[in-house]
């Protein structure tokens, strides 16, 4: 099988060391190595994932991109019984492999990370830059992009550009952009049946329902959105509650709303994980 194969390619590079010990690690090598670790992990033996663990660390410990970025990730979630969660330290390691090797999953991690306000303070506008640098061919980021154009979360609302992500995802595989992309279009038809001059992709007037969110109002309409949060009365403004309260076509407010952090876990997951 796949593993035995690894695991004799891996007692060949054993074979072969030269007197440098850094040189021992070539590439081949320590792609086997990490693709031994993955499949370690991925045991329901408890010593398997540690021996799995600790090839990934050490890896990461001597520069190698790939486990540098699977390090943080191990990290970030944790593992019960070899490694407790630690997502400051999952950050430390992705800047790093972003710095050293323009590592483009670190740099989908770190500005999840950043977009969260997980192991890092939040910054969405950061994440978005961190997004935009590898949307092009990162599936999960051209997803991220979108969704983040969609509500307005780090940069300009825009639903052109939304809709242009969320395209790029579909067109990379994403079923889940894919699904989102149809169902848009679908709701521009129904919105606007007769419509010849591209009202779907006006950034500021039509309404958000165009784009799947429940109304269009803006600053403008302070004096409607005062009441839709139970949570905080009455008043947009009353103390405290500036964090809590937002727009209903944005998520607004940050990670430290329960429920905001809670929707944009589920974008994260989404991104994540409807993938071809």
């Not at 040189?23 to 792609?31: E, F, G, L």
């Not at 600790?54 to 990730?73: Q, R």
């Not at 403004?237 to 076509?249: I, Q, T, V």
């Amino acid at each position: 099988d796949e593993i035995s194969s690894i695991e004799y390619d891996l007692r060949f590079c054993k074979l072969h060391r030269p007197e440098q010990p850094d040189q021992a690690r070539s590439s081949h090598c320590k792609r086997q190595q990490f693709r031994a670790a993955l499949f370690y992990l991925e045991s329901s033996d408890l010593e398997q994932q540690r021996k799995g663990y600790k090839i990934i660390k050490d890896l990461a410990e001597h520069g190698y991109a790939d486990a540098m970025c699977m390090h943080g990730i191990l990290l970030n979630e944790g593992r019960p019984n070899i490694i407790d969660s630690n997502p400051k330290a999952a950050v430390v390691w992705w800047k790093n492999c972003i710095d050293q090797h323009g590592h483009t999953q670190s740099t989908y991690e770190y500005a999840i990370a950043l977009y969260m306000g997980e192991g890092v303070v939040e910054d969405p506008a950061l994440g978005v830059q961190y997004f935009e640098r590898i949307a092009n061919h990162h599936v999960s980021a051209a997803y991220m992009l979108g969704e983040c154009l969609l509500d307005g979360i780090g940069t300009a609302r825009s639903r052109a550009a939304a809709l242009s992500w969320l395209i790029v995802a579909a067109e990379l595989g994403h079923r889940g952009a894919q699904r989102r992309v149809l169902t848009l279009l679908e709701s521009a038809c129904e919105k606007y049946p007769d419509d010849e001059t591209g009202t779907l992709f006006e950034t500021d007037t039509a309404p958000a329902q165009v784009m799947g969110h429940e109304d269009g109002s803006g600053d403008e309409d302070k004096e409607k959105t005062e009441h839709e949060n139970d949570a905080c009365g009455a008043s947009r403004f009353n103390a405290g509650c500036e964090d809590a309260l937002e727009r209903r076509y944005t998520i607004g407010g940050g990670s430290r709303n329960v429920h905001i952090h809670r929707r944009r876990s589920s974008i994260v997951q989404d991104s994540r994980g409807d993938e071809t």
